[in-house]
């Protein structure tokens, strides 16, 4: 598997509202994105979306590499959460992508 960019939620959001700077935006354009199901699941379960909003997740996410999570991922997940003793969502969310790149 080549190696890439783990995009998150936020970042997808800026991009495809054109709200990252230039440097990230040519990034982005120049890599075949990679994103999480976590991602997956937060883009595509927008529910305020309008319809033309939908379409452009859905060309993004199936144009997009998506990495599921396996259990080494979720049970090294929980090992660093207890270490490092967070009830932050933002912080789970990135521990999930640091374990999806170590393993």
């Known amino acids: 598997m080549e190696q890439g960019h783990l995009i998150d939620t936020n970042t997808t959001i800026d991009y495809l509202d054109n709200k990252l700077p230039g440097n990230s935006s040519n990034l982005i354009d120049g890599i075949t994105a990679q994103i999480s199901v976590i991602t997956r699941t937060e883009l595509l379960g927008w529910t305020n979306a309008t319809e033309e909003q939908v379409q452009v997740l859905e060309r ?11 259990e080494s991922v979720i049970v090294k997940a ?18 999930l992508l640091l374990c999806m790149t170590l393993l």
């Open 60 to 70: 993004f996410v199936h144009a997009s590499v998506v990495h599921n999570l396996d």
């Open 78 to 95: 929980i090992e660093l959460r207890k270490v490092h003793k967070t009830n932050s969502q933002m912080l789970l969310l990135l521990l």
